[in-house]
């Protein structure tokens, strides 16, 4: 049996027209035009100082190209994509009237006429579904936030307004889930994104702290972390909560990857990590 998830958070954009692929080639960071039909890649799309202005997930179906991204993203993205199509043969649409649906099963999806076959997600068995149908039992809550928690272990943050424009993608870890190709050509922000990445100079990264306790902090909002008797700022860039109470957050921070939270603190609360 199918375990669709209906990820409300979610929404998809269709891209046609004979100059799709090289026109989101040269806006994301990810190699669009190495896509052979029925794969899928992150991209970044970021801005000129090299900011992650949105995550996106490109699939490639025939010579079109299908993204899925935040829905809360996704007006300003488009408008911002259309004032570089210029003379190119591009045709931007919005699929609004679309669901996107996280599937975790190996079941095959079925489905209607002239619909899109499930999309894979990267390094992963999930697959993500554009579909105008959802049964009821795929909006259940405890499936959503069960499918954010596996993301977030994976790396996957979908981004919302507050965060979009603040962090280089090496910051959010995007690269090391394929979202920037450093071997290609130019795009908004690349400069800035290669040479960081060249020099080494990037001091920020991810760092996903899990408690038993039920915290919601807003979009970079700061917690403390700590390490023995060193103590670091971390700043959230995204959370989800697990059936059983407790929380992940998506941090990026100044520790140092290879050391281990001991303890975390938000609003004065001092909250066990797992």
Avoid at 88 to 104: F, Q, T
Wanted: charged share 20%; hydrophobic share 40%; proline share 5%.
């Amino acid at each position: 049996m199918m375990a669709l998830t209906n990820l409300t958070n979610l929404t998809a954009i269709h891209f046609s027209g004979g100059d799709a692929g090289s026109f989101l080639h040269s806006q994301l960071s990810a190699d669009v035009l190495g896509l052979a039909g029925g794969q899928s890649v992150f991209a970044c799309y970021c801005e000129p100082r090299g900011r992650v202005m949105a995550l996106l997930l490109v699939y490639r179906h025939e010579q079109d190209y299908y993204t899925i991204m935040s829905r809360a993203l996704a007006a300003s993205i488009v408008k911002r994509l259309k004032i570089y199509v210029l003379r190119s043969n591009v045709i931007i649409d919005a699929l609004d009237e679309c669901c996107v649906a996280g599937l975790h099963t190996d079941d095959e999806w079925q489905p209607a006429p002239a619909s899109l076959p499930a999309i894979p997600v990267p390094d992963s068995d999930d697959r993500m579904v554009i579909t105008t149908g959802i049964p009821a039992t795929a909006t259940d809550t405890r499936l959503k936030d069960a499918w954010k928690i596996s993301e977030l272990q994976r790396g996957i943050s979908w981004m919302c307004p507050e965060t979009s424009g603040q962090f280089l993608p090496q910051m959010l870890g995007f690269d090391t889930l394929g979202a920037v190709n450093f071997r290609k050509g130019c795009y908004p922000g690349q400069e800035i994104v290669a040479r960081t990445h060249y020099l080494g100079k990037v001091k920020r990264h991810p760092r996903l702290v899990c408690t038993t306790a039920m915290v919601c902090p807003d979009p970079l909002d700061k917690i403390e972390i700590s390490c023995g008797d060193e103590q670091y700022d971390a700043v959230i860039a995204d959370c989800g909560h697990s059936e059983d109470g407790g929380s992940c957050l998506f941090t990026v921070t100044r520790m140092d990857p290879a050391l281990t939270v001991d303890a975390m603190e938000y609003l004065g609360q001092v909250c066990p990590v797992v």
